[in-house]
RNA sequence: GGGUCCGUGGCGCAGACUGGAUAGCGCGUCGGCCUUCUAAGUCGAUGGUCGAGGGUUCGAAUCCCUCCGGACCCGCCA
């Protein structure tokens, strides 16, 4: 119990409650007994409520509460100092804080780095997150996607499961082929910025050209049949696209005019990008190339901003070689083509998700309360969907894991629902209920509606470099003393740090408004803020130097004030807060904790003072509890993928 | 239209899964603290019918129902 402070010294009043409750011959479940921390600091460290408990036995919850604190008395205790009543009915366990400053100092000094993790079962994992289609930068929500997916992965690792981290490639889309089309339009016109930038600007552009022709020719359609109504409403959609192609003009004219004229003057280039992407599935060599170039470009870029935030994959799954041309894509549908969960209509093969849903009684588990709406596995072209292609990887992601967790924005609840019900109709229903799809809410912008479609999003390039051009300004006004490279390094972890920050520290399921301010934060509950105490703690203890390890024993009665019992107790929990945020998959959990212990670590910073200490024992004490807090800081912020300075 | 999620001081959030003691934090505004380890810090003041209404309970921000508001989904897109 060495690696969880905390943690014991809740097993501890849990041993005395359940010993008392049991002399009491009041019977109880284990998980009725819940120890809570009180929301005032003077009822003690943990409290139990005996109300539940006391109302099924029949008695009082005062007296009972009363008998367990007598009881408690003559309980073996370790780091448990007193037990009081308290509040009509509370049990108010207190810590002894000598006893446990000794252990947690001792635990995060001996176990270092390893502090907060665990063994674990080392649980196969794999998460798969980011995964952007290669048709343009990573915005700002996709951002969201890879800070959500890397903290979940560190938080797992960190609660001892055997993770890996995958990036699919979803090459075999009608976008990518869309993209890929306009892509072979450009011709000899001069290619400039970053890669994955110029993807989403061909696929833009390409994506307006086709929807105006197209649209246009719609409403010739609908006036010359007299839908006046109709057409007027086309004509807005068309406003629109008009809108967003003359922005894109005005960015690359020649590339634009190049790509739009050869759209505009082609018969149906609906029907081209079809035949693209058809001639891809089966392979040939001409759409490869194309395709695959187009791919690669994009994903160049992908890596380029991974790297700057520290995020990293252990495997990137290309769509194509996993599902189509492994065939495994079409075995799939073979499979439930063979079930009486598929019909073909009209040429396309058809998944009944309602019928699956009522025959494995799935209608209840997963909460639907309506029809599931079918799902279409297979194109009267003979092409397959996304979805599709989506079961055959998840069968691929099972022979290489116990466990798969895919990190998806929560609009592609359906389609991941339908995945789990594909699963239960090959027969796969075990994998089904081992698979968790992670959503997440999206991330809005003030204004407008992002739409890679337009060409309009703010990418997640932009925000860092961004947020390192202000986090520059700061440093330079607070610490002109430094040396220009070291300003522009601080400035970039800073920078860099709180936009992980402002993307982690909300919960999953809360959309997101972006707004500068509020992702640019340099103040309180950021990541400078938690930046900042940690290269105090560093500083500290560069003034110390090492010789203090070796003058003696710490004292570790002298931490008697409130301050430094505070942030010990927060330093013990660090343990119990990441098995929880693992068990619940929830890393803002990581980022909440971490700040709460920043705020303490200051108040200790202000009020105790540690280098000026006189007493040697007292001294070595507070050095070891501001060594302890380093340490804690850089593991937290590693488990959010945030660097720690030494100074700022 | 149907379904899912969200709604907590002027703004941004935590607490909800597992009901428990006067609902926490940050920003903002106003006023303090640098001859003491980095003031990206800290102290105080200000500010809340926890969207509304019912219900369950000894006890509800938390569970249930209805309604209101917002987002998302309901494609031979992903």
């Given at each position: 119990?060495?690696?969880?402070?905390?943690?014991?010294?809740?097993?501890?009043?849990?041993?005395?409650?359940?010993?008392?409750?049991?002399?009491?011959?009041?019977?109880?479940?284990?998980?009725?007994?819940?120890?809570?921390?009180?929301?005032?600091?003077?009822?003690?460290?943990?409290?139990?409520?005996?109300?539940?408990?006391?109302?099924?036995?029949?008695?009082?919850?005062?007296?009972?509460?009363?008998?367990?604190?007598?009881?408690?008395?003559?309980?073996?205790?370790?780091?448990?100092?007193?037990?009081?009543?308290?509040?009509?009915?509370?049990?108010?366990?207190?810590?002894?804080?000598?006893?446990?400053?000794?252990?947690?100092?001792?635990?995060?000094?001996?176990?270092?780095?390893?502090?907060?993790?665990?063994?674990?079962?080392?649980?196969?994992?794999?998460?798969?997150?980011?995964?952007?289609?290669?048709?343009?930068?990573?915005?700002?929500?996709?951002?969201?996607?890879?800070?959500?997916?890397?903290?979940?992965?560190?938080?797992?690792?960190?609660?001892?499961?055997?993770?890996?981290?995958?990036?699919?490639?979803?090459?075999?889309?009608?976008?990518?082929?869309?993209?890929?089309?306009?892509?072979?339009?450009?011709?000899?016109?001069?290619?400039?910025?970053?890669?994955d930038h110029l993807i989403g600007f061909i696929y833009a552009?390409t994506s307006c050209a086709m929807n105006i022709k197209a649209?246009?020719?719609?409403?010739?359609?609908?006036?010359?049949?007299?839908?006046?109504?109709?057409?007027?409403?086309?004509?807005?959609?068309?406003?629109?696209?008009?809108?967003?192609?003359?922005?894109?003009?005005?960015?690359?004219?020649?590339?634009?005019?190049?790509?739009?004229?050869?759209?505009?003057?082609?018969?149906?280039?609906?029907?081209?990008?079809?035949?693209?992407?058809?001639?891809?599935?089966?392979?040939?060599?001409?759409?490869?190339?194309?395709?695959?170039?187009?791919?690669?470009?994009?994903?160049?870029?992908?890596?380029?901003?991974?790297?700057?935030?520290?995020?990293?994959?252990?495997?990137?799954?290309?769509?194509?070689?996993?599902?189509?041309?492994?065939?495994?894509?079409?075995?799939?549908?073979?499979?439930?083509?063979?079930?009486?969960?598929?019909?073909?209509?009209?040429?396309?093969?058809?998944?009944?998700?309602?019928?699956?849903?009522?025959?494995?009684?799935?209608?209840?588990?997963?909460?639907?309360?309506?029809?599931?709406?079918?799902?279409?596995?297979?194109?009267?072209?003979?092409?397959?969907?996304?979805?599709?292609?989506?079961?055959?990887?998840?069968?691929?992601?099972?022979?290489?894991?116990?466990?798969?967790?895919?990190?998806?924005?929560?609009?592609?609840?359906?389609?991941?629902?339908?995945?789990?019900?594909?699963?239960?109709?090959?027969?796969?229903?075990?994998?089904?209920?081992?698979?968790?799809?992670?959503?997440?809410?999206?991330?809005?912008?003030?204004?407008?509606?992002?739409?890679?479609?337009?060409?309009?999003?703010?990418?997640?390039?932009?925000?860092?470099?961004?947020?390192?051009?202000?986090?520059?300004?700061?440093?330079?006004?607070?610490?002109?003393?430094?040396?220009?490279?070291?300003?522009?390094?601080?400035?970039?972890?800073?920078?860099?740090?709180?936009?992980?920050?402002?993307?982690?520290?909300?919960?999953?399921?809360?959309?997101?408004?972006?707004?500068?301010?509020?992702?640019?934060?340099?103040?309180?509950?950021?990541?400078?803020?938690?930046?900042?105490?940690?290269?105090?703690?560093?500083?500290?203890?560069?003034?110390?130097?090492?010789?203090?390890?070796?003058?003696?024993?710490?004292?570790?009665?002298?931490?008697?004030?409130?301050?430094?019992?505070?942030?010990?107790?927060?330093?013990?929990?660090?343990?119990?807060?990441?098995?929880?945020?693992?068990?619940?998959?929830?890393?803002?959990?990581?980022?909440?904790?971490?700040?709460?212990?920043?705020?303490?670590?200051?108040?200790?910073?202000?009020?105790?003072?540690?280098?000026?200490?006189?007493?040697?024992?007292?001294?070595?004490?507070?050095?070891?509890?501001?060594?302890?807090?380093?340490?804690?800081?850089?593991?937290?912020?590693?488990?959010?993928?945030?660097?720690?300075?030494?100074?700022?």
């Amino acid at each position: 119990m060495d690696g969880n402070p905390f943690g014991a010294f809740r097993e501890e009043c849990l041993s005395i409650l359940r010993d008392a409750l049991g002399e009491e011959g009041v019977a109880i479940t284990e998980g009725e007994i819940k120890l809570t921390v009180p929301p005032d600091p003077s009822h003690g460290n943990l409290s139990f409520s005996t109300h539940t408990t006391a109302r099924r036995a029949g008695v009082e919850p005062r007296a009972l509460a009363d008998r367990i604190v007598e009881r408690a008395k003559d309980a073996q205790k370790r780091l448990v100092a007193k037990v009081e009543g308290a509040g009509g009915g509370y049990v108010n366990f207190f810590i002894n804080e000598t006893e446990f400053a000794e252990l947690t100092l001792n635990s995060i000094t001996s176990m270092g780095k390893d502090y907060g993790s665990s063994k674990g079962n080392g649980e196969k994992v794999i998460v798969e997150h980011t995964s952007v289609n290669p048709i343009h930068p990573i915005h700002i929500g996709g951002a969201r996607n890879a800070v959500i997916g890397d903290c979940l992965s560190r938080i797992l690792k960190a609660a001892g499961n055997d993770v890996r981290r995958h990036f699919y490639i979803d090459d075999v889309g009608l976008q990518v082929a869309q993209a890929s089309y306009g892509f072979g339009k450009i011709g000899g016109v001069a290619r400039e910025g970053k890669s994955d930038h110029l993807i989403g600007f061909i696929y833009a552009t390409t994506s307006c050209a086709m929807n105006i022709k197209a649209l246009r020719a719609e409403i010739e359609r609908l006036k010359s049949k007299g839908k006046d109504e109709d057409a007027r409403q086309k004509i807005m959609e068309l406003d629109d696209w008009v809108g967003a192609a003359s922005d894109l003009r005005a960015k690359n004219e020649k590339m634009f005019d190049a790509i739009s004229g050869s759209i505009m003057s082609t018969e149906d280039p609906e029907a081209e990008v079809a035949g693209l992407l058809r001639r891809y599935e089966e392979r040939h060599k001409e759409a490869v190339r194309l395709i695959r170039g187009l791919s690669e470009l994009a994903l160049a870029g992908f890596k380029e901003t991974l790297r700057r935030v520290d995020i990293e994959f252990d495997s990137w799954d290309w769509e194509s070689e996993l599902a189509s041309w492994s065939g495994e894509a079409d075995k799939v549908v073979e499979r439930l083509s063979r079930t009486d969960f598929v019909k073909v209509e009209e040429g396309t093969v058809i998944l009944d998700a309602e019928l699956t849903a009522k025959r494995f009684n799935l209608k209840e588990r997963y909460g639907i309360k309506t029809e599931v709406p079918p799902l279409t596995l297979k194109r009267s072209d003979g092409t397959t969907l996304y979805t599709t292609r989506d079961i055959a990887y998840t069968l691929w992601k099972f022979e290489r894991a116990d466990r798969v967790i895919n990190v998806i924005s929560i609009e592609q609840r359906l389609p991941q629902l339908q995945l789990k019900l594909a699963l239960y109709a090959l027969g796969e229903g075990e994998m089904a209920e081992r698979l968790t799809h992670f959503s997440y809410e999206l991330v809005h912008l003030p204004g407008y509606k992002m739409s890679g479609r337009r060409g309009r999003y703010v990418t997640f390039d932009d925000v860092i470099d961004e947020a390192v051009e202000r986090a520059y300004r700061e440093v330079s006004v607070r610490s002109p003393h430094l040396s220009e490279e070291e300003r522009k390094g601080i400035s970039e972890l800073v920078g860099v740090g709180s936009v992980r920050y402002a993307l982690i520290a909300v919960a999953s399921n809360k959309p997101i408004t972006f707004t500068w301010e509020r992702v640019l934060n340099f103040e309180q509950n950021s990541a400078p803020f938690i930046q900042y105490s940690h290269a105090r703690a560093s500083n500290i203890l560069l003034k110390a130097e090492g010789g203090w390890r070796e003058g003696g024993t710490p004292d570790y009665g002298s931490l008697n004030t409130k301050y430094e019992h505070d942030l010990i107790v927060r330093l013990g929990s660090f343990p119990e807060t990441v098995e929880e945020a693992a068990r619940t998959l929830r890393p803002e959990m990581i980022a909440e904790y971490t700040n709460d212990m920043v705020s303490k670590f200051n108040l200790f910073y202000d009020n105790v003072p540690v280098l000026k200490t006189k007493e040697g024992g007292a001294r070595r004490a507070r050095l070891r509890l501001v060594e302890a807090t380093k340490t804690v800081l850089a593991n937290a912020l590693w488990l959010i993928g945030i660097e720690a300075p030494a100074r700022m």
